[in-house]
């Protein structure tokens, strides 16, 4: 228990360049764990020590959650850094999934951004406490009690600020702690060293107010300050800590910090802040479903005496094989144990046991409850769980959203194995990429939360597997089909020295309004009558018929909801055989397609939108845009939820615009719903497209 009492397990999360990075890498410096520090898009070419991945370095963003292991004073600190882009949602989701407690990163300027509230909702899923810290106080316009209203207003938390800060943008000098009445200054080079002293006389009015809006705000949720605050008595700082510590960990209030780590200003406060707030691991309680007992909901202790269970969040290739991340729930892994995974029933030894700091490790000979740490060469999926065989916990899965977007990729010059280990070692790694063949167009198609997502994915294949692929506008599965009773009589006949071929069919093709009982879409009837074909011809007509289907005439797409009737025909004694007959059908059914008024259908998608209240004008004017029937649309909280259908032609960069016409707020789900007949003048277009890449075949 003394080991629990001086754990945390946090996770940095918040919107796209509020600071994640910069702010790790000073907890790390500050800590000890690293001896300089590097920034972000640093001029020494270093970069961050948690962007480990040479992309990440490039672009300046952090695409994989990085986990590290530090100390401060005699607490110990598990953190994950993740990236703050909604194409990379399941690595927030995932670190959140595994984490006691999170530090919510605002940016002083830009306050709540949009990828903010999808991390609140994610944080309020999994049940997470969190505390805020409002980062570049030094930014000119930086106003932390804009951010601060906006955090109770548009995510309608408790929050109340813990500190004031000392001198503003870019005379920021440290802060005030409201709770023990001190300022804080940060000197020295790189503000390692911390000065306490008393609030500046022109401050003490300031903090004497924003300490009686804290105390009020507290008094809302704990029952103890509230009957001091009644009372009309001031509470100690010990009171007032203690309560602070309880709301937060209820998840009923959030106390807000602020500095700015670029600038190296009030970030020691804040950690003391992470240990003195937020939970410690047996202070939040975890749930597994037991597989031996109905899947019941089971409590599990925090011991490190107890069995071991534990949860494998995230998988990573490193360079020495499959590195697969665990958080330990209960009991105590040691290396050399066996431990089996409830999923598959497999056992596996742990033959090494690793601690990471960002993606270099240190060997440990044991890990203890609550903890975090990695696994070499074990094969398991992300999300699995693990015991010591014992018992059959499976912790809760983690959520994985659909893929939004999909493209066509094939690789550039010849296909080498790489290629395919690369797309596996993905799917392995992401639950929301995946990959598949399209049975048509035999194109590799990769789908993603997003335009970014799948980029990075392509560039990575490029750097590290050397295999460059281009990418390409998917191929939509169009269909062809035909709206009225055709009749046909056909013979085909072909004299060269010796046996020739002869066949005639005759009979009509028709509309098959709905599919057979089986599923097919097309329908061979047999209706003639006597001897005038031969029985063992008549497999050879439905051949031809069914050959010519793959195929349609006008944009060489398949053909559907088409009957073929055959009713009569007539035979050779010497020229009949199968091929003959074959394409007689297949000539046949050509010429009657073209006269039954064909028409093109188009896979037709059942589109939601879901996007904050004033932008509605916005996304039902992006749908109109792209041939969208609306059907229809209803107010929740601030957002609106539409329901449209939406070929799927036009939904190509839909999220690309959907997000910049509504601030990145927008979001969207699609599913098929049908095959629709395409507008007459698209029809025109894709038969003229597909006659010329025909010309161009023949050349």
Known sequence: MARLNLLRNIGISAHIDSGKTTLTERILFY???INEIHEVRGKDNVGATMDSMELEREKGITIQSAATYTKWGENAINIIDTPGHV?????VERALRVLDSAVLVLCAVGGVQSQTMTVDRQMKRYNIPRICFINKMDR??????????????????????????????????????????KAYYNDGEKGEIIRVEDIPADLVDAATAKRAELVEQIADVDDEVAEIFLNEEDPTSEQLTAAIRRATIARKFCPVFMGSAYHNKGVQPMLDGVITYLPKPYEVENH????????????????????????????????FGQLTYLRIYQGTLKKGDWITNTRTGKKVKVSRLVRMHSNEMEDVPHVGSGEICALFGIDCASGDTFTDGTIQYAMTSIYVPQPVISLSLEPKGKESPNFSKALNRFQREDPTFRVHVDAESKQTIISGMGELHLEIYVERMKREYGVDCATGKPQVAFRETINAKVPFNYTHKKQSGGSGQFGRVSGYIEVMEEPTEDGKVIEFVNQTVGMNIPGQYIPAIQKGFVEACEKGSLIGHPVTGVRFVLEDGMAHAVDSSELAFKLAAIYAFREAFAQAQPVILEPVMDVTLTAPVEYQGAAIGLLNKRKGTIGDSE?????????????????????????????GKGEFAMEYKMHAPVMPFVQTTLMEDYKKKQMEARK
């Open 635 to 663: 107010v929740q909280d601030d957002y609106v939820e539409v329901k449209a259908e939406v070929p799927l032609n036009e939904m190509f960069g839909f999220s690309t615009d959907l997000r910049s016409c509504t601030q």
């Open 31 to 33: 800590t000890g764990r």
């Open 87 to 91: 194409d990379f949602t399941i690595e």
């Open 288 to 319: 597994a479903l037991d597989a031996g007992n109905n899947e019941n909901k089971v409590l599990i202790s925090s011991s490190s005496a107890g069995k071991v269970v534990g949860l494998a969040f995230k998988l990573e290739e490193g360079r």
């Open 140 to 181: 000119a316009g930086a106003n932390p009690w804009r951010v601060l209203e906006q955090l109770r207003t548009k995510l309608r938390l408790t929050a109340a600020a813990v500190q004031i800060p000392i001198g503003a943008e870019g005379g920021l000098l440290g802060v005030v702690d409201l709770v023990k009445m």
